[in-house]
Structures are given as structure tokens and as C-alpha cells.
């Protein structure tokens, strides 16, 4: 069984599909959810599931057991659902290359500190892209920088707007990120 952590900031919508889809697969178990903002979805699902929920500020002197936590848990890979914080080093080195992330658009482009969220999708159209997407891949200690596992890619319109691209993007991460991750871990054999 690979134990898997699913750490986020924001709303949850990725980590809610994941917990889902992952319910329904033999060999994968999310055992821990963190949030380092309150979230009350999250949680009544994580109770609902059985998967230990933690919210704690990031910037909270506590964060640093977050390792131990994972650690005394057996967390086996962490899966960055929308998780802005910076990933420390002694984090990344327990790890390795077991840390996956998702980013909503075609890195290398549009990555990097403040870019998250609708930041990115202003920078794409400012950019007049003709295409965007999603971006799977491993976390190193500079943000968005790992190595690219997946990408998922949709065309942009000419009166696209940063709103009407976001739903789009979004679209593509609920199909395909929770799949993505679970054949990447399924199939990955350290
Ligand atoms: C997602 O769009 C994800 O790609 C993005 O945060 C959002 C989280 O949404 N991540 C980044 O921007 C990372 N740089 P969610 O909380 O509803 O899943």
C-alpha cells in the first residue's frame, strides 16, 4: 500500500477529486490532508473517509513536525494540490522525487514565486498565448522548477478571458490530475 499526503492552501477542489478517485483504487490510500488554511470541505470529507485532516499556519513555529508527522505516518509520496508554500529542503531530501505538483499552465513558462492562481492566467493572456494547460510534475527547492512529468494543453480563443481560461484549466485538472498521479505512483517501483 503507497500512503499518500495531500497538501493544500486553497479551496480543494483538486484534493476533494483525488480523495475520491483514490477511494476507489487498490494499492493507494491518502492518509493525510494538509491545509495550511481552515478548510471545512476538506475536513468533513477527510472525516467522512477516515484520513487524518491537519490545518496548521504555515507560518506557525509547529510547521517544522510536519516531516516528523509524515514521518511517524509512513507517508510513502506528498501531492501538492494547490499548495503555495515553499517545499523545505530537509522535506525534499526525505522525498525524493516522491513529491508531485500541479501548475496551471505549460511550465517552464508562467511558473515561479506569486505565480499561482489567476496571477497565471493574467500572464497568459497578457502574453496573447495561443495555448495554456497543466502542468504535473516534481517538486525541487525552487518553486516550479522540477522536472516535468505531464502536460495537458487547451487552446485559447481569441476573446479568451483570464476568467473563461481558468475554467478551462480547471476542467483539465479534475480529469486528468488524480489519474495521472495514481498510474505515475502505481507504476513506480522504488
Ligand atoms: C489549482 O489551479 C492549481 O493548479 C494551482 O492552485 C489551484 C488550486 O485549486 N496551483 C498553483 O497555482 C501552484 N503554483 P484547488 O485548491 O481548488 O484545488
Redesign the pocket.
Known sequence: MRKIAVF?S??????SKMLINFREREGLEVALVYSSRPNENLKVLCEDFGIVYQYRPWNDPEKIKLLEFCKKMRIDWVVL??F?KLIPAAFIAHFPNKIL????ALLPKFGGKG???MH?HNAVIHAKEIESG?TIHYVNGAY?EGQIIKQFRVSISENETSETLSTK??TL?HKYFSDTVAELIMSNKT
Not at 10 to 15: C, D, Q, R
Not at 101 to 104: A, W
Request: glycine content about 18%; cysteine-free.
Open positions: 493544500i486553497g479551496e480543494g477542489s483538486n484534493a494540490a494547490g503555495l505538483n500541479i501548475h496551471p505565480m499561482y492562481g497565471v497543466i516550479d484549466v480547471r485538472e
